[in-house]
Nanobody, 120 residues
Framework: QVQLVESGGGLVQAGGSLSLSCAAS????????MGWYRQVPGKQRELVAT???????NYADSAKGRFTISRDNAKNTVHLRMNTLKPEDTAVYSC??????????????WGQGTQVTISS
């Protein structure tokens, strides 16, 4: 069984910082892209940032200049450092990975999500 487990969500004041982490575990053969999405109730899930195996990154316009995504391939982890947070960053943040389990095919896997709340 493959699992993605996030940590690091919470409540911070506007202008503050928060770091999220996600660890992929289980019988994993290989991981390609990893990333973070977020969702507000009643709205579609939206991309925050992604990172490839070799460190290529892609950010939503709302995240550029404030958020930094990184990963540790040896540990199958992905991290999101969020600075200068705004109330509109409030959402459930979920990590995802395109990976291949040792017995199976390439597919998208998602974590359960972690709540990030920014107070004004």
């Amino acid at each position: 069984q493959v699992q993605l487990v996030e940590s690091g969500g919470g409540l911070v004041q506007a202008g503050g910082s928060l770091s999220l982490s996600c660890a992929a575990s289980g019988s994993i053969s290989s991981i390609m892209t990893m990333g973070w999405y977020r969702q507000v109730p009643g709205k579609q899930r939206e991309l925050v940032a992604t990172i490839t195996t070799v460190g290529g990154t892609n950010y939503a316009d709302s995240a550029k200049g404030r958020f930094t995504i990184s990963r540790d391939n040896a540990k199958n982890t992905v991290h999101l450092r969020m600075n200068t947070l705004k109330p509109e960053d409030t959402a459930v943040y979920s990590c995802y990975a395109v990976l291949r389990p040792t017995e199976g095919y390439w597919n998208n896997y998602w974590g359960q999500g972690t709540q990030v709340t920014i107070s004004s």
